[in-house]
């Protein structure tokens, strides 16, 4: 049954689906620090490949450390495809998201299928058009986080447990919750549970080929991450530690109990989300069909960091319920679809709001883009990347002029450094309350700009989002005029 299910074919409407991810990834290139490690990572693979005492993570493991599986999986094509077209590392970058959208869109395609199959060809297709106009499913379908990994696996085993494909199933979540991101458990564990409950499988016929089905997993990846750890390693075992043990993704903020529904919902599904509520209500196919995704909310609430794409993995599940809901309204004559091409085109309003707020969220990747205008890559130059441009868009995708072979520019991210040191860097990515600290030593050049918040007008365009001053470049006074720049 698993291969009826997973079959590599893309219908058009999937294909725009795809392109809407690749034009946010066009618009908005660059990466935030939660999605580091990986980028990092896929960036490693591609351009140091066997010297791996030169990745990013042996200088800068992070608080908790990240399996390589999901990078190696985006990396490898990737990196074929930037040797056999000597594409530039900012091209390649994009390559690599675009895949890892391409991986997305599959897995939706395939949970569409057996979408069809339980709930009619009307529900995916309306399904399909409703994800479309919501943004953060579509914008994060390109982001190297160990979430949208995670929801590649949950998407894919949603759909063999619709089609009752126990072993596939198996083997997928598995995959999900041991490698990626052990929350899952909470979301595929209770489809496991509903279907013992209702009699449809005993839970003892699982038991023997979930435990073989998980040590293969757990030999064949963690063997992968502990060559590339350079130590013995379960990663996500660690991180489960590390956030749900020691409660320590508290330090990152936190927010009220009930916060994924009254906030990341609501902004994540937008006007679909009461027509979901209406589904689960009203027909008792989406209850149980959504029930396992409310455990979710509901257990994942009780840790006290949250944020949204901790809660991406239920939204194609609640946007089924919507779809349902949404296709019994087309059906009821002309004023009825005026009214729901009127909210889907709400949705795309929002959406645009959306984009033009994360448009503003990287400056750190146009700021170190912008260094490369004041020395050549044949110049000795060092570069000091400061915490805020480090965490919001720079990465080593953005270093034009580093080489394995080639170490005549430095980019330092190091935070220990105190002023003294950083004085002596040719060129600095500083905030602008750090500035003052390097005015006998650098001159200004350069200013960038990031989002500050979203403002209401009662005149034309009535939104607009404010920006406001994050990132100087700083230009030290001895630094020689720029020679030359080369392509990497």
């Not at 309306?126 to 919501?134: D, K, N």
């Not at 009461?274 to 009780?302: H, Q």
């Not at 170190?368 to 965490?391: F, W």
């Amino acid at each position: 049954m698993g291969c009826d299910v997973l079959k590599f074919k893309l219908k058009y409407d999937e294909l725009v689906m795809l392109g809407i991810m690749c034009f946010y990834a066009a618009v908005c290139p660059y990466n935030k620090v939660e999605e580091s490690f990986n980028t990092q990572a896929i960036h490693d693979i591609v351009y140091k490949t066997k010297y791996i005492y030169y990745y990013d993570h042996i200088n800068f493991p992070g608080v908790v450390p990240r399996t390589f599986v999901g990078a190696l999986s985006v990396a490898v094509p990737a990196g074929l495809i930037s040797y056999t077209t000597s594409c530039t590392k900012y091209l390649t970058y994009q390559v690599a998201r675009f895949i890892l959208a391409l991986y997305v869109t599959w897995s939706f395609s395939t949970f569409r299928r057996s979408v069809k199959k339980l709930f009619g060809n009307e529900t995916g297709n309306f399904l399909v058009v409703i994800t479309c106009t919501q943004f953060h499913f579509m914008f994060y379908a390109s982001r190297t986080l160990p979430n949208i990994f995670g929801m590649c696996c949950a998407l894919v085993s949603t759909a063999f447990w619709l089609n009752r494909d126990w072993d596939d199933f198996l083997w997928s979540s598995g995959l999900g919750v041991l490698i990626f991101r052990f929350e899952l458990a909470m979301l595929l564990g209770p489809m496991i549970l509903l279907d013992v409950y209702y009699k449809k499988k005993n839970f003892k016929e699982l038991i023997n080929p979930g435990l073989q089905i998980a040590a293969a997993l757990l030999i064949s990846c963690c063997s992968i991450d502990t060559y590339l750890w350079r130590y013995t390693i379960w990663p996500e075992l660690k991180v489960l530690y590390y956030n749900t043990w020691l409660n320590k993704s508290s330090n990152w903020g936190t927010q009220p109990l009930l916060w994924y529904f009254y906030s990341a919902l609501p902004r994540t599904m937008l006007l679909s989300l009461p027509l979901a509520a209406v589904g689960i209500l009203t027909e008792r196919r989406l209850y149980n069909f959504c029930l396992p995704s409310l455990l979710f909310i509901c257990l994942y609430s009780l840790l006290p960091h949250k944020e949204v794409r901790f809660v991406l993995y239920v939204v194609p599940m609640f946007n089924v319920a919507s779809a349902y809901v949404l296709k019994s309204v087309w059906e009821k004559g002309q004023l009825a679809r005026l009214v729901v091409i009127g909210g889907l085109l709400a949705n795309l309003c929002a959406c645009s709001v959306f984009l033009s707020a994360s448009y503003h969220n990287y400056p750190g990747g146009d700021a170190l883009g912008a260094v490369h205008q004041y020395a050549g890559c044949d110049q000795n130059t060092t570069v000091y990347i400061g915490n805020y441009a480090a965490q919001n868009g720079a990465s080593r995708f953005g270093e034009q002029c580093d080489t394995i072979f080639d170490r005549r520019w430095n980019y330092i991210k190091t935070e220990s450094l105190n002023v003294e040191q950083i004085r002596a860097f040719d060129l600095l990515l500083v905030e602008p309350k750090d500035a003052p600290h390097y005015k006998l030593t650098h001159v200004l050049v350069e200013k960038f700009y990031g989002f500050s918040r979203i403002k209401l007008s009662v005149k034309p365009p009535f939104i607009m989002v404010e920006k406001r001053e994050v990132i100087f470049l700083l230009k030290s006074k001895s630094l020689k005029k720029k020679i030359e720049i080369r392509n990497y």
